[in-house]
């Protein structure tokens, strides 16, 4: 009887050892590894990009001024460059110029669908109204719980007015689920001073469709750490008409039930300065 209770809280002992260290195991794994979860890039990008502070700033007038930005966004989309686009299109089909490439129908159609945040149209830059494009990153190891009417689950207060209304117009049963996205300006005087943003392609939802992200539910454990061989889906943000002469915090976000919100963090949101001379 004495050996049985001897043996029992060796077993208890053993047990909580293993438990100590697994707990400091996975602290100092979690302290050690890169977080690598969700993240909105924006692009284009400066050389000296700075994810706290990243800014874009030009003179509509000067094309010397806007020019760098448009050849960064030229650089940034040349992998997505193809004659058979997607339905709905995945990015702008061609980074080169009307005048520049051979018309393919089916091309231009995509192109159109995404003007003026295209290269016809100098991603807006030469207007002084700049497009602005965002992708997801990181989510490998991310199993998305996407935000639609199908589930009869309530939606979040601030949640912003087009989105609900886009989930009512596509419910997710017939037309699949989407990450939501949203941008307007940071604080309260970048919210006045923004202007109106639309979202590119117009008449499609503000958002990133599911079926088209390589999240972990659709890849073997062993495909997790690779990248993807198709370039994510991405949304163009114009800023139709943002105040110029002024620096305008803004702030993009996704929406999905199993990311929270922190305005302190980089998981699944971005922040960038815009100014316009």
């Known amino acids: 009887m004495g050996l049985e209770k001897r043996t029992i809280k060796i077993i208890v002992i053993v047990a909580v050892i293993l438990v100590v260290i697994g707990t400091i ?3 100092l794994l979690g302290l050690l590894l890169p977080i690598r979860y969700v993240e909105l890039e924006v692009w284009p990008r400066s050389d000296e990009y700075n994810s706290e502070e990243p800014l874009i700033y030009f003179r509509a007038n000067d094309p010397g001024s806007w020019h760098p930005w448009y050849k960064k966004i030229n650089d940034f989309l040349r992998v997505y460059e193809t004659s058979v686009p ?6 702008p089909c061609s980074v080169n110029r009307q005048d520049q490439r051979l018309p393919v ?14 290269a016809d149209h100098f991603y807006g830059y030469a207007d002084g109204r700049p497009c602005v494009f965002l992708r997801l990153s990181h989510i490998h190891y991310w ?15 601030d949640m912003p007015h087009n989105i609900k209304e886009a989930m009512r117009q596509r419910p997710a049963h017939q037309f699949g689920d989407f990450i939501w996205v949203s ?25 990133f469709p ?3 992200l390589h999240t972990a539910d659709r ?19 114009f800023f139709e008409n943002p105040k110029r002469g002024l620096v305008i915090n803004v702030e993009c976000r996704i929406w999905t039930r199993d990311i929270y919100y922190n305005p302190t963090s980089r998981t699944g949101r971005a922040r960038f300065e815009l100014h316009v001379e």
């Open 25 to 27: 195991l996975g602290l």
């Open 86 to 91: 997607e339905e709905p299109p995945r990015a």
């Open 105 to 118: 129908p089916q091309c231009e159609q995509a192109l159109a669908m995404w003007a003026p945040c295209n």
């Open 143 to 157: 199993v998305p719980e996407p935000y639609n009417v199908t589930l009869q689950l309530p939606l979040p207060d």
């Open 183 to 207: 941008c307007d300006g940071e604080f309260s005087s970048d919210k006045e001073n923004v202007g109106t943003i639309q979202y590119i392609p117009i008449g499609f939802p503000p958002g």
């Open 210 to 212: 599911a079926s088209r």
């Open 219 to 237: 890849l073997t454990y062993s495909a997790r750490s690779l990248p993807d061989d198709v370039p994510g889906p991405l949304i163009g943000v």
